[in-house]
């Protein structure tokens, strides 16, 4: 049976991608999304726009919301604004739209008759728990969830997470639909926008950048290619075993720090310019890797794409984009 699906922030780096995956597999797609964001020159978007339904709006208020139908099988909430540049350039436009666009993407699920939602939540909900009282790594979902320094701009995205995460389980329980909340740890992947560390370093990479900057460098994160992401996203949302539940998706077999990510993905690609260390920003959490047994409980989901891999795969489109833009 074709499930109907809707997907807000459909046009983002995360949210096109889902779109495709499960189009492919036959069911039908309705993106909605503002079209804010011109990180992109490419066709992708415009020509994958033929194939589904596509409803231009703002989710920031709730009257645009009576364009979208009201019984699809599932509505995967991925529209935010992310991006770590954004978070201190614009953190007051981060907690707004974020914020707005979830409670009127809930106060209009409510009144529905659509099978399920799922909340695109992040482990910088949890960061804050683990830089300033430790924690477990792998981290679990049950960590604390903090805000360590409200002054600090950085802490817009995860603060409208941490807040998103409330509304949801609390809407759930009042209204008593069904939901899941998947935090992501570090995805990547071809066409994810340049704001974040591996698009960021390959873009450098390609430009031949020397002296190669690095803020910080012995931070470690785990990387997640976006077809595991993809997979992993899709297992929670069609799974009633995950129902109420929050759920970490990631790939925690290759912690790396950024100093080694820069030196793999210097002899990935064959340039080897000379490091130069900067202080790491404020807030910039020391370690980052998700326990994944929950998920993989639940669902039986494991990631299947190593660093090596993925790496390639990412570099050889953006080396792609950049000749044919000149980013």
């Known amino acids: 049976m074709v499930k109907k699906v809707l997907i807000t922030g459909g046009a983002g780096a995360i949210g096109l991608q889902l779109a495709k995956y499960l189009h492919e597999q036959g069911q039908e797609i ?95 909900a949890y960061a804050s728990t683990i830089s300033k ?22 802490w817009s995205y995860g603060g409208s997470k941490l807040i998103g995460e409330l509304f949801f389980v609390n809407y759930a329980r009042a209204h008593k639909f069904n939901m899941s909340i998947v935090r992501y740890h570090n995805s990547y992947g071809p066409r994810m926008g340049f704001a974040h560390v591996i698009p960021e370093f390959l873009l450098r990479i390609i430009k031949k950048e020397n002296p190669f900057n690095i803020y910080g460098g012995e931070e470690t994160r785990s990387f997640c290619y976006i077809t595991d992401t993809l997979r992993a996203t899709q297992l929670v949302m069609e799974s009633n075993k995950t129902n109420g539940e929050i759920v970490h998706i990631g790939n925690n077999n290759e912690e790396i720090t950024m100093i080694d990510l820069a030196k793999k993905m210097f002899d990935l690609f064959e340039w080897h310019p000379k490091l130069n260390i900067q202080p790491a920003p404020q807030g910039c959490v020391k370690r980052r890797c998700p326990d994944l047994s929950k998920i993989k409980k639940l669902t039986g989901y494991e990631a299947k794409v190593d660093l090596n891999e993925g790496l390639k795969k990412t570099y050889d489109w953006y080396l792609d984009y950049y000749k044919k833009n000149k980013k």
């Open 30 to 124: 309705t993106i909605c999304d503002n079209l804010c964001k011109k990180d992109f020159k490419d066709k992708d978007l415009k020509e994958f726009m033929k194939n589904v339904n596509f409803i231009k709006l703002d989710l920031t208020k709730l009257s645009e919301l009576k364009k979208l139908k009201k019984d699809y099988d599932y509505v995967y909430h991925l529209a935010a604004i992310n991006g770590t540049k954004y978070f201190y350039e614009m953190p007051q436009e981060v907690l707004r739209v974020n914020t707005l666009a979830m409670i009127n993407i809930l106060e209009w699920f409510k009144t529905s008759n659509c099978g399920k939602i799922l909340f695109t939540s992040s482990n910088e």
């Open 133 to 154: 009282m430790g924690g477990p790594i792998p981290t679990p979902e049950e960590i604390p969830l903090s805000i360590d320094d409200v002054k600090n701009p950085r």
